[in-house]
Structures are given as C-alpha cells and as structure tokens.
C-alpha cells in the first residue's frame, strides 16, 4: 500500500455546477492543487467568495486553470481569489468578475 503525505497537492476538476451561495459561504475552496480546472460553473446568491485557491505552509496551489465561469447573477465580496500561495495558475474570465490576485506568476485574462 502508497502512503501519501498530507500536504501532496490534489487535482480535481469542478465542470458545470451551480453554486447558489448564502451570506459569509464560499463556494469551491482549494488548498495545495496542482493542475485544478474549474470550468463553466454558475454562481448565485450572496457570499464571500465563489472561488478560493491558495497554499498551506511551504505547499503552493500551483498551474490550476479557472476557466469560463460566471458570476452574474452573484454578490460576493470576491469572485474569484488566489491567495499569496498560488503560483502559475490562470483564470479566463468575463470583464465583470471581481478577482484579487496575491500569487506569483498567474495570468488573469479577459479583464479591460
């Protein structure tokens, strides 16, 4: 049997959801990715943050891809948030998205 050691980043992948939040909710939080795709899901309601990536102690979430999500029908404090420990990580989205970027190297496109 492998033994895994805690802090491995994960991949996953979060394709075509709606996410209806309440207030002080996020909707899809990742900690320690690698290579994440988060593509085409619908936010509503009112909450924090729909999206949240970020590294735990010396772990970076690293090369994930947030890709065509939308965000119209939300009211969060932030729609999509990479912590200081993302590295190389991009996000596609449309103009009105609110995104804070505190990483290294990731690319925010599709913003004026």
Aim: aromatic share 8%; with cysteine; glycine share 12%.
């Amino acid at each position: 049997m492998e033994v895994r050691d805690e802090n491995m980043p994960m991949k996953f992948m979060v394709e075509n959801n709606i996410f209806k939040l309440h207030e002080g909710a996020k909707g899809i939080v990742g900690v320690n990715n690698k290579d994440a795709l988060i593509l085409d899901n619908k936010f509503l309601g009112k909450g924090l943050s729909g999206i949240s990536l970020d590294g735990e102690g010396e772990a970076y979430s690293i090369n994930n891809k947030i890709l065509w999500n939308k965000f119209s029908g939300a009211d969060y404090q932030t729609d999509i948030y990479l912590g200081p420990h993302t590295k190389n990580c991009l996000v596609a989205s449309f103009p009105m998205a609110v995104i804070v970027n505190e990483g290294v190297g990731n690319r925010i496109t599709g913003k004026p």
